[in-house]
């Protein structure tokens, strides 16, 4: 018998690598769920806050870092753990948007902060105001901007100046607890909670109940990334609840009365997602419950390993809003939640600009300054303003506006007067009350091109060139200084997403990529939608007012009178040609 050779024989394979005999192929990397891969840290970020939470640093900032000023920051709790006290450092000034993705942090940044203070449900005393306008003039060079999450951010704050800022804050019940961070950040509520007129039910109960249990507990101080939070009992919708990770809706059950539709997984950023309905009924007293359920369904469940997949939308695009109930029922709630109806469509704007008629007889006021950007001198002046005419209360709103109430009736007009002296007009034209801005490139980090000012001029310029063309709905304009959509450009109308442009000589200019037709639930639309990104549609910073009114005339020309046509239905419809 001959022995084969070694090329005759055919190739063997080794025995652990035979079809047969191959190993099992290895798991999905595993998501970071806590409760299904465990707490073993999967990230550096995961790391630092197990390791010590970001509430913790509060005293390092009161007892180390005031006393020892920028130079003696911890990397770690400077670029981490102060968010979870609502402080980020601010963009060095003079620093180009393209070189924001190609610095390092401590490039970009100045030894100066923004400070969020954190205002749930926009509820301010004349007090309160007072305080927060002076914490600007002392020690912020009079900055302050109102956000489109009811809060105030003041810049130029140095960390020596901290401790002595929530001393007093803190004296008139405010603070910047959990303001930024991996946490439940501020509650929206409706600003004309406990005032309207045609409200379905007061929040207020619901968001005091929220903030006084579960803000700075450590059981929630360690989220994948942010929570966002939305309770509205005004029929006008006007919390933006379609774009928070858990909010509340007011809705009146045929058998139950009056509570909350409930939804979940809503965000915007660079990967947008609308939150869904669950299709339950919540009871005003379970309010508090079953957000903390939803909170630790995230917690738990949330995915952790990969930061740009550590929100909430994720989990529940994944789950589907019908695992999504069953796992908050029967593993975080005592019983079932009710089925329930959804809420109809708003019949009113939800910004609340204007003159309206409270509940008592008296007014409210809802005025516009100019994208938020206010002062700590304005906001002062509006305290006193106010008390001058006997109220001691007032409301920011998500839209970056402001709510005044108590004005009695004889007062109204003369009150509209001193607010326009003031630059806060309570009767604005289309496009300023319709426009909202980002921080953008002034101030922030992330942002690529400038914002507040370009947003500004360009609404003066609007206002000058379409002066008396009569546009037949309410018409947004929101511009973002970078892709993380803060100014939430995929449910405006016309939504500006920063970049910079070829200048057409070898260089770069500031710019816009074009989103259109996008918007929320509301008077004019039953339900929110996303925009249409047309591709190559792009604006320079220079030629945004020319595009603007091209695109509003335009509208006017084509749009199908016979049946109201809105803005956003024909920038769905129209040909990209007429889009340019």
């Known amino acids: 018998m001959t022995t084969p050779t070694t090329t005759d024989a055919a190739p063997q394979r080794p025995a652990s690598t035979d079809r047969g005999n191959r190993p099992p192929r290895p ?203 939305a309770i509205t009992g005004h029929p006008s919708q006007d919390v933006v609840h379609e774009i928070n990770d858990v909010a509340f809706v007011a809705v009146n059950h045929p058998e139950l009365g009056v509570g909350y539709d409930l939804w979940v997984g809503g965000g915007l950023s660079t990967s947008a997602h609308l939150a869904v309905r669950l299709g339950t009924f919540v009871a005003p007293e379970l309010v508090p419950d079953v957000w903390f359920g939803v909170a630790a369904i995230f917690r738990d469940y949330g995915y952790r390993r990969l930061r740009n997949k550590a929100r909430l939308k994720y989990l ?61 001198s304005k906001l002062t002046a509006l305290a006193d303003l106010l008390e001058r005419h006997g109220s001691g209360r007032l409301r920011t709103t998500p839209h970056q506006k402001l709510v005044l109430l108590d004005i009695e009736e004889r007062d109204v007009e003369q009150v509209v007067a001193e607010l326009d002296e003031l630059g806060l007009s309570a009767r604005p034209s289309v496009f300023r009350r319709g426009t909202i801005a980002c921080t953008g490139i002034e101030f922030c980090k992330l942002a690529i091109v400038e914002t507040k000012q370009t947003a500004t001029d360009a609404v003066l310029a609007l206002e000058e060139r379409l002066a008396g063309l009569d546009l037949p709905h309410p018409l947004s304009l929101h511009v973002n200084g970078c892709p993380n959509s803060c100014a939430r450009i995929q449910t405006a109308d016309i939504g500006l997403k920063g970049q910079l442009l070829p200048d057409g000589d070898g260089g770069q200019t500031p710019g816009f990529q074009v989103h259109l037709g996008g918007g929320l639930a509301s ?55 007429a889009l340019q």
């Open 316 to 376: 529940v695009a994944d789950w589907g809003p019908e695992k999504f109930r069953e796992v908050l029922e029967t593993e975080y709630l005592d019983a079932p939640l009710p089925d329930g109806p959804a809420a109809p469509k708003p019949r009113t704007q939800g910004d609340h600009v204007g003159v309206h008629r409270q509940h008592d007889g008296r007014y409210y006021i809802g005025v516009t300054p100019f994208v938020g950007r206010v002062s700590g």
């Open 27 to 229: 798991a999905s990397r595993p998501h970071g769920q806590w409760k299904i891969d465990g707490t073993t840290p999967l990230n550096a970020n995961e790391v630092w806050k197990q390791e010590d939470g970001g509430l913790a640093v509060r005293e390092r900032i009161e007892n180390t870092y005031a006393a020892g000023g920028f130079a003696s920051i911890d990397p770690t709790d400077l670029h981490g753990r102060f968010r979870w006290w609502g402080l980020y450092t601010q963009r060095k000034p003079g620093i180009d948007g393209g070189k924001t993705a190609t610095l390092e942090p401590h490039e970009l940044e100045d030894e100066y902060f923004m400070l969020r203070v954190r205002i749930d449900g926009g509820q301010l005393t004349t007090q309160q105001l007072r305080v927060i306008g002076e914490i600007s003039t002392e020690f912020g060079r009079d900055s302050a901007d109102l956000t489109d999450r009811q809060n105030v951010q003041l810049h130029w704050v140095r960390v020596e100046d901290v401790p002595e800022i929530w001393r007093r804050l803190e004296a008139v019940g405010l603070g910047t607890t959990e303001a930024c961070g991996d946490v439940p950040r501020v509650v929206l509520g409706s600003p004309v909670a406990g005032i309207a007129a045609d409200e379905l039910i007061d929040p207020t109960p619901s968001i005091d109940a929220i903030t006084e249990r579960y803000i700075g507990i450590p059981e929630l101080a360690n989220l994948p990334r942010k929570f966002k939070t």
């Open 523 to 577: 008077e004019d639309r039953e339900e929110a939608g996303l925009g249409r990104t047309v591709r190559g549609l792009k604006v320079t910073a220079d030629g945004l007012v020319d595009y603007v009114e091209r695109l509003v005339r335009r509208f006017l020309a084509d749009r199908d009178a016979a049946i109201d046509e809105t803005f956003a239905e024909w920038a769905h419809r129209a040909e990209e040609e």
